[in-house]
């Protein structure tokens, strides 16, 4: 398949088994990170986004700020998330499209937690068409970033995480610690840590994924538009990994 035809494809049958190489002029509809709780996907896509200039859109942010917010949904979906549950498929796509509507950005998005179940990636698949027109004729295909951690590492980041609860800015005491213990750099508010964060939970979003999520990184393997990078080293290891594939895209 030539990259002209990749580009604009409008055959949802036509998948691209691509190399880096191939990917090369791509312009993708959507950079979409995947991989388990606290692989690092909004670390990643976050640093993406700012590179790029690009909206990144992480479901799990866009709910904690209903929840904090105490909106109708936040409160519906606060003890789902407190579980380690997914939100209902129907729930979140709906939430995600008027999130989306809302930019002023018409190119690539990054999306970091979504989708997280084959309906939510089959629904995403028709909303990229018609958000690249009517006869979808300026659609191209997603890339999908899987970010593999092994479980040892993926306890510690999350046993670890702190957030701020006013400015955002992440932490990690094993890896990322503030200059002073439990107080953001930033602007000196107490550290949080997220309720999901609590070992049970943790195991919980971890079988909720291998048995939810895992079949949509297939899906976009079948399609051939999957590529995995190794997430187990540093940020900026991990990151370097990422660019490697960024640099051969075109936003
Ligand atoms: P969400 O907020 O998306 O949580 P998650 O997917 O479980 O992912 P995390 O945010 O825990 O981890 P991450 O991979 O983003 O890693 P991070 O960069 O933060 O979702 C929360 C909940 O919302 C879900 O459980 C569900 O209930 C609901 N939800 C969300 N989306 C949904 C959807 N589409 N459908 C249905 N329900 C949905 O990094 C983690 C830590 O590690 C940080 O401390 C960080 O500093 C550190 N770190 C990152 N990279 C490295 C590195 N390379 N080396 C060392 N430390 C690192």
Aim: net charge neutral; aromatic share 8%; glycine share 8%.
């Amino acid at each position: 398949m030539s990259e002209t035809k990749f580009v604009h494809n409008t055959n949802p049958d036509v998948s691209f088994n691509g190399t880096l190489a191939q990917f090369q002029q791509l312009s993708p509809s959507a950079m979409i990170f995947l991989g388990p709780p606290g692989a690092g996907k909004g670390t990643q896509a976050l640093r993406v986004a700012n590179e790029y200039l690009l909206p990144h859109i992480s479901t799990g942010e866009v709910f904690r700020a209903q929840i904090a917010e105490r909106t109708l949904f936040g409160m519906q979906a606060a003890e789902t998330m407190r579980r380690g549950m997914l939100v209902a498929d129907d729930a979140v796509c709906g939430m995600l499209a008027e999130h989306i509507h809302g930019l002023d950005h018409p190119g690539c998005l990054v999306l970091d937690g979504f989708p997280r179940s084959l309906n939510q990636a089959k629904w995403l698949d028709q909303f990229l068409r018609m958000r690249a027109g009517q006869n979808h004729e300026f659609y191209t295909a997603p890339l999908a970033v899987q970010i593999n951690v092994t479980r040892d590492q993926l306890f510690r980041r999350l046993s670890g995480r702190r957030c701020c609860p006013n400015c955002g800015q992440m932490y990690n005491l094993h890896f990322h610690p503030p200059v002073n213990s439990g107080i953001c750099d930033n602007d000196g508010a107490a550290l949080i840590t997220r309720p999901d964060d609590r070992e049970e939970v943790v195991l919980e979003r971890l079988r909720v994924h291998d048995q939810n999520t895992l079949p949509v990184t297939e899906y976009y393997r079948r399609k051939g538009l999957l590529q995995e990078i190794d997430g187990d080293g540093t940020v900026d290891m991990v990151h370097a990994a990422i660019a490697r594939l960024t640099r051969t895209l075109t936003f």
